[in-house]
């Protein structure tokens, strides 16, 4: 009879060596899946973050390219960008009016903002109004495009480049740069 209790005690005493064990090894499981869940999720994070600058750059160089904004004199295209086609894509692209322009170019633009600021000759700050005036002019900066909700979102400026100004009306030129935002 005392044999059977000293073997029950030592079979209790294993069992809650084998139950200990048990849980060390379901937590040590449970904090290497919680790690490596966090830097799933940080790679994922800088995947979208190097996705969105491959955009950013892919939507600069064509927006340099769209005959929409490009100048052109005498039937050929230059590399510049003619401030007066500037205007009437503002007014394109921001008319509530006109829904089929507004839609294209948002699918095209996405959640990037695109602004153009002159750098010379003028040193003035401020919006440009939509209509083209006198260059150099009493501002600095075209707001060519704004995602739909900006308000509620925060702004970073992703990348940008220099290029040509162009004003037709009095044909000078200035240089100025575009500028990608990412709005988040």
Not at 64 to 73: F, G, I, N
Not at 110 to 132: A, F, H, T, W
Request: net charge positive.
């Amino acid at each position: 009879m005392v044999n059977v209790l000293q073997y029950s005690k030592k079979a209790q005493i294993e069992m809650i060596e084998m139950i200990m064990i048990m849980v060390v090894v379901v937590i040590l499981l449970l904090v290497a899946v919680f790690f490596y869940f966090k830097f799933y999720a940080v790679s994922i994070s800088k995947s979208g973050e190097q996705l969105t600058q491959q955009e950013a750059e892919v939507l600069l160089t064509s927006i340099t390219s769209m005959p929409e904004l490009q100048c052109s004199l005498e039937s050929e295209n230059k590399f510049c960008i003619d401030l007066y086609k500037v205007s009437a894509f503002r007014s394109l692209v921001n008319d509530p009016n006109d829904r089929s322009g507004m839609q294209y170019y948002s699918n095209i633009f996405k959640n990037k903002g695109i602004v153009i600021k002159s750098i010379y000759p003028n040193s003035n700050n401020g919006e440009c109004p939509s209509q083209l005036v006198e260059y150099p002019v009493s501002c600095n900066t075209w707001i060519i495009y704004t995602p739909g909700k900006a308000q509620s979102y925060t702004k970073k400026p992703l990348i940008s480049t220099i290029v040509s100004l162009y004003h037709p009306i009095t044909k000078q030129y200035g240089v100025g740069k575009i500028i990608i935002e990412a709005y988040s």
